[in-house]
């Protein structure tokens, strides 16, 4: 039987609603070379709408790439995982890759194995060390390749702010920049899971990607879309939910699609035949629960005075954290404490700054530490 709701992981068929604005933008940018940056909060849905989009504008003269670079700790493990996807995702015959990467892949002995992966036939290592490339030619390797099979190629690449991360990080930043906004036949489409990081490297003047393309922000789902939906699969199972209950549900996590959908899940599971208020409550105590593991991980390292500065923003403070008041209140120390623990929690992506001021943007979080703290 299919699943009634699918959550945490990237969606698609008849699991991806709404996104068409964004769907439009985003096909239009792949097909006229304009470089995206896609901005989100966690699970909103960036992977799901890079996947549909790529999936839609794919053809022989527009190659999509995907990539993920979570893994990568350093600017040659990105080297590596960046040419094998080009590599792969241009073309699928092994033997053509000879002359189509001619030049680049003599300097290689790949180990090419069959993939335990059931979506592809092989999986390669390239085995690149600054010994075999230097990072130049690298970068340029899809602009090569693009020219060669004489078609655009749009690189997706995930978990991009691991970049950040690198040994060297400015410098290997200023070199992907300055080689790829140079490319003619390539754009790229870089998004990540850490929202905050991802807007450093792309919202702050002094950083080499700065202004690189065009920024999207990710909005919610509307309401609309959910309802259709919700309403859907409780219908198929016999089960009711009504309207004014989906609203609430989604009015409870804000909006926040992954948790929208483990919401709705967890009321499907309750209900045998028709939603209460009750269940509806219980559904949020059991989403609490199941995100608590997370949370613990989160917070079991942050000092009392850390702690003390998410109380004072639980109880509804958002700035003025350096007054006496705030400060005495809640035991933050000296006024000098106070920029350090911000960006610390920043970092931890506990809290975030917004046009309001300072908030504890995931909803579930809040019902959590409301509960322990
Ligand atoms: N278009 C959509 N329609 C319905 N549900 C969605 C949609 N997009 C995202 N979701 C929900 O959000 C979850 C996470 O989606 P996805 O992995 O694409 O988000 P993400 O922003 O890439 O997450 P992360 O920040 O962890 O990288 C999905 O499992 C699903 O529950
Ligand atoms: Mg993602």
Redesign the pocket.
């Known amino acids: 039987m299919d699943k009634p ?7 698609e068929d008849s ?5 068409e604005e964004e769907i439009k933008r985003l096909s239009t940018n792949f097909k006229y070379g304009v470089n995206t940056i ?1 901005l ?13 989009v790529a999936g839609l504008v794919a053809s022989k003269d527009l190659i999509v790439v995907k990539t993920d670079v979570f893994s990568c700790r350093n600017e040659y493990d990105f080297y590596n995982t960046f040419s094998a996807a080009i590599l792969k995702q241009t073309e699928s015959r092994i033997e053509e890759w000879k002359d189509l990467a001619k030049g680049f892949i003599e300097k290689l002995t790949p180990k090419i194995s069959l993939s335990p992966d059931p979506n592809s036939e092989y999986s390669v290592s390239l085995g690149i060390t600054p010994k075999t490339h230097t990072p130049e030619e690298l970068l340029d390797f899809p602009e090569i390749i693009a020219k060669r099979k004489g078609c655009h190629i749009v690189v997706c690449i ?2 991009f702010q691991q970049v950040g991360e690198f040994p060297d990080s400015l410098n290997v930043q200023k070199r992907m920049r300055t080689i790829w906004q140079h490319q003619k036949n390539v754009s790229y489409c870089l ?5 905050h990081m991802m807007t450093n490297l792309f919202q702050k003047k002094s950083y080499p990607f700065y202004k690189f393309g065009e920024v999207q922000y ?1 909005k919610s ?1 509307p309401l609309d ?2 309802t259709a ?1 919700i309403s859907d699969r409780f219908e198929r199972e016999q089960k009711h939910i009504s309207e004014t209950f989906i609203k609430t549900l989604c009015e409870s996590v804000e909006y ?7 919401l709705a899940y967890n009321v499907f599971l309750l209900t045998e035949t028709e939603v209460t208020e009750s269940i509806l409550n219980q559904a949020v105590e059991d989403l609490v629960d199941q995100n608590s593991g997370i949370f613990i991980e989160q917070v079991q390292s942050l000092t009392t005075y850390q702690l003390n500065f998410l109380r004072a923003v639980l109880a509804g403070n958002h700035s003025g954290f350096g007054e006496k008041e705030i400060r005495e209140n809640y035991d933050l120390g000296v006024p000098s404490n106070i920029a350090r623990l911000k960006k610390s929690l920043i970092d931890k992506e506990l809290i975030e700054i917004t046009k309001d001021g300072i908030i504890i943007g995931d909803p579930v979080l809040r019902f959590w530490l409301k509960k322990v703290l």
């Open positions: 709701f699918i959550f945490g992981i990237p969606v699991y991806f609603i709404g996104r896609l989100s909060p966690r699970r909103w849905g960036k992977t799901s709408l890079v996947n549909k995930d978990e998004y990540g899971s850490k929202m990710l789902i879309a959910w939906y926040q699609s992954s948790y929208v959908q483990q």
